[in-house]
Nanobody, 127 residues
Framework: QVQLVESGGGLVQAGGSLRLSCAAS????????MGWFRRPPGKEREFVAA????????YYADSVKGRFTISRDNAQSTVYLQMNSLKPEDTAVYYC????????????????????WGQGTQVTVSS
């Protein structure tokens, strides 16, 4: 079993920054790609970013590219999402999840390819 626990969400003004963390338990953290998703109010869950097992390859949704940075620390079993230049449309519940592959092959943007999910952390960006 893998447990994922997100933290770092909160209320921030537009243009501000937040850093989300996702702490994982279980021995297989360093073997899998990890991803961040979000669910805006009244909308479906959407892909935000993914990082491969080594941290050397990343992939971002167009809507966050250049503003968000995903990273990981395998020694601490933690994945991060640094969010800068936040906009009101970034308001959502943010989730981390474990992808089924070690690399970014396949469909890392699809929720169906992730087998473990955290409970989510709320990010609210005021205008």
């Amino acid at each position: 079993q893998v447990q994922l626990v997100e933290s770092g969400g909160g209320l921030v003004q537009a243009g501000g920054s937040l850093r989300l963390s996702c702490a994982a338990s279980g021995r297989t953290f360093s073997s899998n790609t990890m991803g961040w998703f979000r669910r805006p109010p009244g909308k479906e869950r959407e892909f935000v970013a993914a990082i491969d097992w080594s941290g050397s390859s990343t992939y971002y949704a167009d809507s966050v590219k250049g503003r968000f940075t995903i990273s990981r620390d395998n020694a601490q079993s933690t994945v991060y999402l640094q969010m800068n230049s936040l906009k009101p449309e970034d308001t959502a519940v943010y989730y981390c999840a474990r992808y089924q592959n070690p690399d970014l092959s396949g469909y890392p943007t699809s929720t169906r390819r992730y087998d473990y999910w955290g409970q989510g952390t709320q990010v609210t960006v005021s205008s």
